[in-house]
């Protein structure tokens, strides 16, 4: 994806309010991080932990979103798989994380799941630039494109539900 500002990352968000986008916090590292690898921005909330955010490219324009992960479950050992990039992690590794809807289905407290890595950091596990720790990645037959195109139709259509372009 393209390098991103600060100014257009708080301008992309959809689904909080304005203030809301003014206030949260944005990744210290952005002039480092690899973004040509990179199909969306994500990051976690260090204030407030059970809190994450992602930005994409989505219809041409940066899309931001904000994610609540849901509570854990303690002493729960399992394995999970991240809906987005197939990565799969045990314990926490992934987590279900929702995102209120954009508008009004939002106001109506309508909110979209997904199953994510906890870190946000499918586009590096589907290239092979970082190794689960404890987890794994299926092993399959497709190209390391072909899985980034599987990753990237993933998110646009959790994109899709969370702006009203298609039903939650
Ligand atoms: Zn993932």
């Not at 968000?13 to 909080?16: A, D, L, T």
């Given at each position: 994806m393209e390098p991103l500002i600060e100014k257009d990352i708080r301008a992309s968000?959809?689904?909080?309010s304005k203030g809301e986008a003014h206030r949260l916090p944005l990744p210290r590292d952005l002039g480092t991080r690899p973004w040509p690898d990179l199909d969306f921005l994500g990051w976690r909330d260090h204030q407030s932990p059970d809190r994450a955010y992602l930005v994409a490219e989505h219809g041409g324009r940066p899309v931001g979103v904000v994610l609540r992960s849901a509570a854990r479950k303690r002493g729960f050992l399992h394995r999970g798989l991240c809906s987005v990039c197939l990565t799969t992690h045990p314990g926490s590794g992934v987590a279900l994380m929702t995102a209120r809807r954009a508008g009004r289905a939002g106001r109506e407290h309508n909110s979209v799941g997904l199953y994510i890595c906890a870190d946000l950091g499918c586009p590096l596990y589907v290239r092979g630039l970082r190794t689960p720790e404890a987890g794994g990645r299926l092993d399959e037959s497709l190209t390391v494109e072909e899985q980034v195109d599987r990753l990237r139709a993933a998110l646009a259509a959790f994109l899709d539900r969370v702006t009203g372009a298609a039903p939650a």
């Open positions: 968000f959809v689904n909080c």
